[in-house]
């Protein structure tokens, strides 16, 4: 399921996401869930998910923990 919202982002910040979504074709949206799941590691979720049975919302949670883990570290 797709939500709509709101967001604040520098200026050039959003031309070189209009520039990169012009240059793939692509629609804004698209990059900027594309950059969310990239730093979120979604993919990785995704993957772990299905690979170990776990359910969405117990991949989530490890998910979760792990990047709090994470940006701690930094």
Same mark, same amino acid.
């Given at each position: 399921?797709?939500?709509?919202?709101?967001? /604040?982002?520098?200026?050039? !910040? !959003?031309?070189?996401?209009?520039?990169?979504?012009?240059?793939?074709?692509?629609?804004?949206?698209? !990059?900027?869930?594309?950059?969310?799941? =990239? /730093?979120?590691?979604? #993919?990785?979720?995704?993957?772990?998910? =299905?690979?170990?049975?776990?359910?969405?919302?117990?991949?989530? =949670?490890?998910? /979760? #923990? #792990?990047?709090?883990? =994470?940006?701690?570290?930094?």
């Amino acid at each position: 399921m797709k939500r709509k919202t709101t967001i /604040y982002v520098e200026d050039a !910040l !959003l031309r070189a996401l209009k520039i990169a979504a012009a240059r793939t074709g692509q629609h804004d949206y698209q !990059l900027v869930e594309e950059a969310l799941r =990239s /730093y979120l590691g979604m #993919e990785l979720l995704e993957k772990a998910g =299905s690979k170990f049975g776990l359910g969405e919302k117990q991949a989530m =949670s490890l998910a /979760y #923990e #792990e990047v709090h883990r =994470s940006r701690k570290a930094k």
